[in-house]
């Protein structure tokens, strides 16, 4: 059921929900998603508490400073935690029991398999348990975590009801609420959602929760807990589809000869597919997509359902940075024992998580092809020289191109558009392999560089 429409919540319902003070929130989990809506939450008045078993993770929360960069985040975090609206604890258990609601949001990465692991949820559900048990007032446990559908009943349900003696519906509710932040501005994303998504199995879990959000301005949608669980894997795949069709289209363009980029723009223009998510580039990568479209295909093999689309996403997603080689073997032959300078590392422009980055099958694929690496990240290098700690690294962008013989911006960092002809007339060819469609083809070959953008054709040389 869906209800209200963009900016503003439906309001009955609202209405018939009585006038609440501050709730007592535990948020477990101190990542993106659980800083987040931690900080969405007391910013919204109530008192909030993120538990975490990182030590050196709480430490940070409570000093107001964030253990990655998401410059707007930070600084709502150290408001709230100089308003004392917001802490930080390792004790779960007992941040779980001295709250009203407690939202799992603790990571669930993929295996090798593409399943993704349980364990952290599993654990989480174990300290809830334990507060639980321990409670006499009724709880409301909201799993925000992505979990692939059933998990939320068929595994966390029972075990926190086995563990704690209690009986979910009756002495303690329970939502799946996924999130849909993007890395980069996830306060306001949490703040402004385009839709929110209840998924509850009784009526008064769900109400509870909607109590929870109703001075945010969204649409809201009530549903079952399994259909909003794949409510999160539909939205995230129909992402990567869009980012995926832009890569194969780009590069079909790209071998006619033609810009896919006016191609896409216009396509885009049709409200049936919308301009958003249609930027060619080197793949995607971050903690979502391609585990989601992983996690989703494993569930569906696990159901007797062989997906192909999926299978093809995450297959042309693998090949796509091999497009920046193609682009550097097509200007300056055979890459062995050439210089290649890599810019940029983290997933994407402005943020400094590397996960499922494509920086690393484009480096991969580099050093293979008899290529010397130097790279540069602006925020990045401490997380990426701890998976691929024998690459050359370089303390700037300026520094990386000195005597390359190419180089590929793999992500959308806003100072890579500063760079001219200062920093490619020290190159010793030129070469500049846009993987993000990122610089202004025209202006890099005004400073003196070769221009190859990915899905340009003949049009961006
Ligand atoms: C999120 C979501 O929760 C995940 O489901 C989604 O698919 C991707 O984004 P994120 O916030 O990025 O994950 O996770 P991460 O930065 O790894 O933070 C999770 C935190 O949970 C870690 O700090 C970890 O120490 C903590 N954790 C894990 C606990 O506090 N308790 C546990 O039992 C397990
Ligand atoms: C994503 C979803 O957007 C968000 O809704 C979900 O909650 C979490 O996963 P995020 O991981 O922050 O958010 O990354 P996003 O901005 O979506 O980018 C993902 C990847 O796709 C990046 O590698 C990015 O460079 C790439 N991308 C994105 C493209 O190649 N082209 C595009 O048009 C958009």
Not at 26 to 49: Q, S
Not at 86 to 102: E, G, M, P, R
Not at 357 to 383: K, Y
Request: aromatic content about 4%; hydrophobic content about 40%.
């Amino acid at each position: 059921m869906v209800s209200g429409r963009p900016g503003w919540p439906r309001k009955g319902l609202i209405d018939a929900l009585a006038v609440q003070g501050p709730m007592r929130i535990c948020v477990i989990g101190a990542g993106y998603v659980g800083l987040a809506t931690g900080v969405m939450f007391a910013k919204l008045g109530n008192d909030v508490v993120c538990a975490d078993i990182d030590e050196g993770r709480v430490k940070s929360v409570r000093s107001g400073k964030l253990p990655f960069h998401e410059p707007e985040l930070e600084r709502e975090l150290k408001k709230a935690v100089s308003r004392k609206k917001l802490t930080a604890t390792t004790d779960t258990v007992s941040a779980a029991k001295s709250s009203q609601a407690i939202f799992i949001c603790v990571q669930t990465p993929s295996m090798a398999s593409g399943r993704i692991a349980l364990g952290p949820v599993r654990s989480a559900c174990r300290s809830v348990a334990k507060a639980l048990k321990s409670s006499k007032d009724r709880k409301l446990v909201v799993m925000k975590s992505t979990v692939v559908p059933s998990t939320t009943d068929s595994m966390a349900k029972p075990l926190m009801e086995r563990l704690s003696g209690k009986s979910c519906g009756k002495d303690f509710g329970l939502c799946m609420n996924p999130e849909f932040l993007q890395e980069g501005s996830a306060l306001k994303d949490s703040m402004t959602p385009s839709r929110i998504v209840i998924g509850a199995d009784d009526k008064k879990s769900g109400d509870e929760l909607a109590r929870l959000y109703k001075r945010i301005r969204a649409p809201v949608v009530r549903t079952d807990i399994r259909s909003a669980e794949m409510i999160k894997y539909a939205s995230n795949v129909f992402l990567a589809t869009k980012i995926t069709y832009s890569n194969e289209i780009a590069n079909i363009c790209a071998r006619l000869g033609i810009d896919s980029g006016p191609v896409l723009e216009a396509a885009g223009m049709d409200p049936r597919i919308g301009p958003l998510f249609l930027k060619p580039g080197l793949g995607f990568g971050g903690s979502c997509l391609p585990k989601d479209v992983k996690a989703l295909k494993d569930k569906a093999s696990g159901v007797g359902y062989r997906p192909r689309l999926l299978s093809a996403l995450l297959e042309t997603n693998e090949r796509q940075p091999l497009e920046a080689v193609r682009l550097l073997e097509n200007s300056i032959g055979p890459l062995r024992g050439k210089k290649i300078a890599v810019l940029g590392l983290a997933f994407k422009g402005g943020v400094d998580d590397i996960r499922e980055t494509r920086a690393v099958p484009l480096i991969t694929a580099l050093l293979a092809n008899g290529a010397r690496v130097v790279a540069f990240d602006p925020m990045a290098m401490p997380n990426f020289i701890r998976v691929m700690p024998t690459v050359e690294y370089a303390e700037s962008a300026s520094a990386a191109l000195k005597g390359a013989d190419g180089c590929v911006i793999q992500a959308d960092w806003p100072e890579f558009r500063g760079l001219g002809r200062r920093e490619y007339s020290a190159m010793r060819h030129p070469v500049v392999v846009d993987g993000r469609r990122c610089l202004d083809p025209r202006k890099v070959k005004a400073e003196g560089a070769v221009y190859l953008g990915v899905g340009y054709g003949l049009a961006g040389r």
